[in-house]
Structures are given as C-alpha cells and as structure tokens.
C-alpha cells in the first residue's frame, strides 16, 4: 500500500465503522431503554402498523369492557327498582287476601283499602327510576311493538270444551266433570281501569260459558259491562299474538279456550277475570272454581311503541351492541290503577276476592321483567368476562411484535459498546499512520 498523507484510507474505514457501531449502540440504548423493540416506523413499517392497530383494538376492548360494567350497573338500578315492587306486590296480595276473610268488618278493609293507596302509590315512584338521568320501567324504554290485548287463556278444562258449552257440561282437563248443577249460582268478576266489576246469576239449563262474557247487571253504582271484556274467543292451540305479531301457543300445543280484550293498549287491560260457582246453599264448588278460575293472562296488554330500547355498545365494530328493552312497571301498567286514578280496591269481600287475581297477575308482570333485567345481567357479566380475554390476547399479539427481549437487547448492547470502544481505538492507530510520511521528509 502506498504511503499517502491526502486521504489516509484507513482512518476513513475505521470512521465509517465507528460511526456504524454508534448507530447501532444508539438503537440498542432506545431499545433496552423503552422496552421496545419497534420505536419507530422505521424500526420495522409493517411490524408499527399491525401493532398500531393491535394498540387501538385493545384500547376498544377495554372501552367496550367499560360499558359492559356501566350497562350492569344500570340494571342493577332498574333490577332494585323492580325487585322493590315485587316485594311490595308480595304484600299488596298478602292484605288482599286478609280483606277477603269475613272476619274483618267494612271499617276494618277500608283501613286496609288504605295501605293499598299508599303503596300503589309507591309502585309508581319505584317506576321513575333514573340511571344517568335516564328513566328505566316506566314505559319509556319499551321496544318497537303494536299495541296488544290483554289475552286469558284457560288450560284447566276439557281440551273438548266450547265457548257454547253449557256450563253444567263442563269438564276438567283430565275429562272429569265439574259436576255444576242448574240451581248453582255464578259469580263472575273482573278489573278493569282500577275498578272491580262484578255480578252473580243462576246457572238454569240452558247457560253457555259464553254467557258469562255478555252478562249484563248492576252492582251497587256500579255496571258490569261484558262487552267491554269479550272482544275475540279462540277454542284452539293459538292463543293470540303478542307485540312483535308472533303467535303465541298453550304451552302443551293443545286447545284451550282463549278470550282478549275489546280494545288495545292499557285502557282496555283486564287485569283479571274470575269465576266462582256455588250452589244453592251458598257452599263453594272447589273442583269446578279450580278449573273455572284458571283464565290466567298469556299476553300482557300493552300501547303501541316505538324502539325506544337501550343500546350498550359492546363491540369495536359499528352495531356491535346488545338492545335492552325493558317494560312498563307503573300501577296502571300491572292493572292496579285506571287513568282516572281509581285503585284497586278491597273494600268488599267480593272485590277483594277478585283482587287477589289482579294482583296474582301483577306479580307475574313483575316477576317476568326482573327475571328478564337478571337475564341481561347475567350476559353482561360472560360479555365483561370475554371482552377482558379477548383485551389479553390482543395485548399478547401486540406485545410478541412490539416488545423488546430485555436479554438479547442487553446482549446486543454491550456487544455494540464493546464494538464502539475498539473503533475507536482504532481510529486512533489509523490516524497515526500518516505520521509515518515525515521520516520521508527529513
């Protein structure tokens, strides 16, 4: 090699390699100090994308996660609400039934007449439950639906039995006869808008269970008007349709007789429908009021609604999310109260017998809505529990891209250290090399 002092080649080696090693020592420090092994994008293009997206699914799992949280937190809210008015139902029937035992005088359900008042009246302060501001069961979260009628249905009789049956042909579900005679009498209630109707006629000869529908009579002041009742009878599997127009069947698929309300929507609700018979010493037939007073509410009557249901967004895609729609929990809604004000009353033997059966069916009413808020607990709990599984294994992904192995980046460091140091080390030497020239020159 020559002996040059212009360009000393090998300190320009030596210089390139030096500052090759410092670059690399550099990348090793911001590695071993953030942890990563991708900083940039120029770090790995493909490698920061993916990740970056990766980044932004685990911070939208953790989000839906949150809301999955927030949504079980509201329907704790509308479940204690709910669970309030089963207990005060509970209740309701416990003194409905005190007020139907002779041994109280008028004065005594009157008094009774007024712990009702007070705790109907509560039912719709439980109803105006907010979350967020947002009211929960008082009707206001209903999903989109038709107006529907209230629907009786009795699987208790003869699966032969007729509207135009007579009711001394009667017959139990088994095919055994309710053995009512002709000089029997029937009693024959129902509630309607908070008020109980009632009347009472002998059996004869000739009486069709249809019969029972039309009966017209008076009651003190007030009238019993059957027409307001019968609206469309069925003597088959079909019971009815419900809101969202699906047909709704007896629950062993055989024929049963079936019976709505005139009208749709809460003003026509029937809120119960009760038969009694009893002979004509006034002694109570058990075997034919068990079957007779089995027309128990298969469809609930309720107003036309828009979708006006609850959106949890729990998904990191767009219509991703579970609806939640939740029923009408005011009195008027369970039929305990008319939109006149009228509450159910007990202040007669006979109205508090039929009371019983209104609040039999409320109580179902309430019963069906917290087993349906439990229900969407229940899947908001496994939707909290995949969203977090699902946060980890995204999390796991992203960090096998992103993260440093501390070991081999600290490997990779003193190795670059060590490299850095004898460059130079070496460039030292090599600057020295043209030195050699001056002996030359001498």
């Given at each position: 090699m020559a002996m040059v002092v212009k360009n000393n080649m090998s300190a320009v080696n030596t210089l390139n390699i030096l500052n090759k090693n410092q670059s690399a020592l550099a990348k090793?420090?911001?590695?071993?100090?953030?942890?990563m092994k991708i900083n940039t994008a120029g770090d790995d293009a493909s490698g920061y994308a993916i990740s970056e997206r990766m980044r932004v699914q685990i911070r939208s799992l953790d989000q839906d996660n949150q809301?999955?949280?927030?949504?079980?937190?509201?329907?704790?809210?509308?479940?204690?609400?709910?669970?309030?008015?089963?207990?005060?139902?509970?209740t309701l029937k416990e003194k409905a039934i005190n007020a139907a035992n002779d041994t109280n005088t008028d004065e005594d359900r009157r008094t009774i007449q007024k712990?009702?008042?007070?705790?109907?009246?509560?039912?719709?302060?439980?109803a105006l439950a907010t979350y967020n501001g947002k009211y929960l069961v008082d009707g206001s979260r209903n999903s989109k639906g038709a107006a529907t009628c209230t629907i009786l249905s009795n699987g208790a009789l003869s699966t032969a039995s007729k509207w135009s049956s007579a009711l001394t042909s009667l017959e139990s579900r088994t095919n055994e006869s309710l053995n009512i005679q002709s000089t029997d009498n029937v009693t024959v209630s129902y509630v309607r808008q908070g008020r109980t109707y009632t009347t009472t006629f002998s059996?004869?000869?000739?009486?069709?269970?249809s019969d029972?529908?039309?009966?017209?009579?008076?009651?003190?002041?007030?009238?019993?008007?059957?027409?307001?009742?019968?609206?469309t009878t069925r003597e088959e599997a079909l019971i009815g349709y419900d809101k969202a127009n699906n047909s709704v069947y007896t629950a062993d698929n055989k024929s049963a007789?079936?019976?709505?309300?005139?009208?749709?929507?809460?003003?026509?609700?029937?809120?119960?429908?009760?038969?009694?018979?009893?002979?004509n010493t006034g002694a109570i037939r058990k075997t034919a009021n068990t079957a007779l007073d089995a027309f128990n509410e298969r469809v609930r009557a309720e107003n036309k609604s828009e979708d006006n249901a609850l959106v949890l967004q729990t998904g990191t895609k767009a219509n991703q999310a579970i609806k939640v729609s939740m029923t009408d929990m005011r009195s008027l809604a369970l039929g305990l109260k008319g939109t006149d004000g009228s509450v159910l009353s007990v202040q007669t033997q006979d109205k508090a017998n039929a009371a019983i059966n209104t609040l039999e069916t409320a109580l179902q009413k309430a019963l069906d809505e917290q087993a349906n808020i439990g229900a969407v607990q229940t899947r908001l709990n496994y939707t909290s529990s995949n969203l977090t599984t699902a946060s980890e294994n995204v999390q796991n992904s992203e960090s096998?891209?992103?993260?440093?192995?501390m070991a081999k980046e600290m490997t990779n460091y003193t190795k670059n250290n060590v490299l850095l140091q004898a460059a130079q080390s070496m460039l030292a030497q090599a600057n020295q090399n043209s030195s050699a020239v001056l002996s030359l020159l001498q």
């Open positions: 090793s420090l911001q590695k071993v100090s953030s942890g809301n999955a949280q927030n949504g079980n937190s509201m329907m704790r809210t509308a479940e204690g609400a709910v669970s309030s008015t089963v207990e005060i139902l509970k712990e009702i008042n007070q705790m109907v009246d509560q039912i719709d302060d439980n059996v004869g000869s000739g009486t069709k269970l029972v529908l039309g009966k017209s009579a008076y009651n003190g002041t007030e009238s019993f008007a059957g027409t307001d009742l019968m609206g007789l079936s019976i709505e309300a005139k009208g749709t929507g809460t003003t026509f609700q029937i809120s119960s429908f009760t038969i009694s018979i009893t002979d096998t891209i992103r993260d440093a192995d």
